[in-house]
């Protein structure tokens, strides 16, 4: 199996503030790499699929990139509404396996 | 609207068996793969398995083959997850969700249901 292995588990940040989540492979998966939003008591939204493509409805402060086996996920101007959990995907091969996720917390 | 709504909450013994659904709108069901997800209480994603839908295919993480069976019934345009004897380990929230091909091989989960929660205690 590909591990995915994201840091930080979490981080406090202001509103306004630009923050990056890294997601690193243990193999090449080229850029087959989504990002996931989840809140509290809610269902996971893709946010980012193909390492840097902006799901429809996705505001642009967000922002993937990254190929091989390391990626970042970058909301350049932090929300109230963008405090939650994110999680990395591999989608190269299955299972396709998730990051532990990264917590992101109002300061 | 594209959706999948899931079947409601089920508290259940160890030892029982469960099945729950996934049934998909909105969209042309066998056009696409449906995914099973874990998370357990207060913990990460788990990616389970998937199936597409229009085909035989199956494919499940090696932590959860043989603990669960993925099915369809295309003629109700519904996915199952089910387990032939439940533990307490499977506590848990199960979530379905669309498997959309972007191209070039890239795969997102785009369309997400509500989530299922089922507690197995004695």
């Known amino acids: 199996d590909i591990q995915v292995t994201q840091s930080p588990s979490s981080l406090s940040a202001s509103v306004g503030d630009r923050i990056t989540i890294t997601c690193r492979a243990s193999q090449t998966i080229i850029n087959y790499l989504n990002w996931y939003q989840q809140k509290p008591g809610k269902a996971p939204e893709l946010v980012i699929y193909?390492?840097?493509s902006l799901q429809d409805g996705v505001p642009s402060r967000f922002s993937g990139s990254g190929s091989g086996t390391d990626f970042t996920l970058t909301i350049s101007s932090l929300q109230p509404e963008d405090f939650a959990t994110y999680y990395c995907q591999q989608s190269y091969s299955t299972p396709q396996t998730f990051g532990q996720g990264t917590k992101v917390e109002i300061k | 609207e594209v959706q999948l709504v899931q079947s409601g909450a089920a508290v259940k013994k160890p030892g029982e068996s469960l099945k729950i659904s996934c049934q998909g709108s909105g969209y042309i069901f066998t056009d696409y793969w449906i995914g099973w997800v874990r998370q357990m209480p207060g913990k990460g994603l788990e990616w389970m398995g998937i199936t597409y839908v229009g085909g035989s295919d199956i494919r499940y993480s090696p932590s959860f083959r043989g603990q669960v069976t993925i099915s369809v019934d295309r003629s109700i345009t519904t996915a199952y997850l089910q387990w032939g004897s439940l533990q307490a380990s499977d506590t848990a929230i199960y979530y379905c969700a669309r498997q959309r091909d972007y191209g070039s091989g890239n795969w997102g989960m785009d369309v997400w249901g509500q989530g299922t929660t089922v507690t197995v205690s004695s």
């Open positions: 193909a390492a840097s």
